[in-house]
């Protein structure tokens, strides 16, 4: 399958997606999403990928947000169609059935800030920075992620304030899980992605599914669907397979 905005291949069983519209500085533009959305399709449909790795082209953005020469082209009925598909595709990112983890190689703003806060991981470097500029421009985004990584007080300030939040900033505030050298960005993002992927595929996925079903609930519901998810959906293995090495170890 071939892409004309993104840079899309595989590293042993890591899909690996690059916003490539360097020259907009990764602008979301409607070509864009949708060929990322089929990406996204197309890696929860390769039996080998078992993690997915976004970044983008060039070293100034990750992506500026939407792209506003489009936008501003479009049609009332385009832009009520562009809302429906923008939807679509932010929550299948968010709801993609394996992890995803985002290597923010530099600016991320608007849409790209919203795109970055649905991943599951965030790994920034010196380059990385985010506004959440809904406000400024008089729309809403973000307010149901950005909440669960940075916590509501803070997920307010920056929702309502539109501010710079820089590299140090964001990894102390947890929007970046981990922070490390531009040089050694996607060396990182792959390290993590390859240690879940030498973990049962079926188990990282329930893990995935327990954490997003169980937002909202009460923290008994919690216990109960934990529970229930796993007896409807993972087949865990008897204690003297799971712990083998470990009893192994124990009995020389």
Known sequence: MSFETLLVEKQANL????????????????????????????FEQDGEVKVIIV?????????????????????????KERGTHFTDWTWHLATCQKPTIGAINGLAYGGGALMASIFDMRIGCERSTFRFLGVVYGRINSTWTLPMIVGWPMAKELLLTGRLVEAQEAWRIGLLNRLVPAGELMKAAMEMGQTIAAHDAGVVRVIKEILNTDIGLRWREMLVNEGKTISQSVKQPPPSESFKDFLERKSK
Request: proline residues 2%; aromatic residues 4%; without cysteine.
């Open 15 to 42: 899909g690996i997606i690059t916003l490539n519209r360097p020259e907009r500085l990764n602008a979301l533009n409607l070509a864009l999403t949708t060929e990322f959305d089929r990406a996204i399709t197309q």
């Open 55 to 79: 970044t983008g082209a060039g070293e100034r953005a990750f992506s500026a947000g939407a792209d506003i020469h489009e936008l501003s082209q479009q049609s009332e009925q385009q832009l």
